[in-house]
Nanobody, 118 residues
């Protein structure tokens, strides 16, 4: 079992930066693919990006170049650095984890709210 706890959300202005953290329990954290998703009011949940156990990353086109995922396996924590924030980035951000790249994400955090005002 893996438990995920997000933190770092808040209210910022357009152009600001914010860093989200996701702390994970479990001794096999380093083996998991870790990802961030987000869900804006009235919209479907959407993929933001993922980081593999070795640090490889992939991002949604809407955040490419502005957001950066990283992980610290010693601290069982994954980070989402968000720069040049836009009002359309406003959403609840969720951390997710899976053991195998071909599997669905089966562990989810409770979410943290990010609000970007114009």
């Amino acid at each position: 079992q893996v438990q995920l706890v997000e933190s770092g959300g808040g209210m910022v202005q357009a152009g600001d930066s914010l860093r989200l953290s996701c702390a994970a329990s479990g001794r096999t954290f380093s083996s998991y693919v870790m990802a961030w998703f987000r869900q804006a009011p009235g919209k479907e949940r959407e993929f933001v990006g993922y980081v593999t156990w070795s640090g490889g990353t992939s991002y949604a086109g809407s955040v490419e170049g502005r957001f950066t995922l990283s992980r610290d396996n010693a601290k069982n924590t994954v980070y989402l650095q968000m720069n040049s924030l836009k009002p359309e980035d406003t959403a609840v951000y969720y951390c997710a984890a899976k053991m195998y790249s071909y599997a669905e994400y089966n562990y989810w955090g409770q979410g943290t709210q990010v609000t970007v005002s114009s």
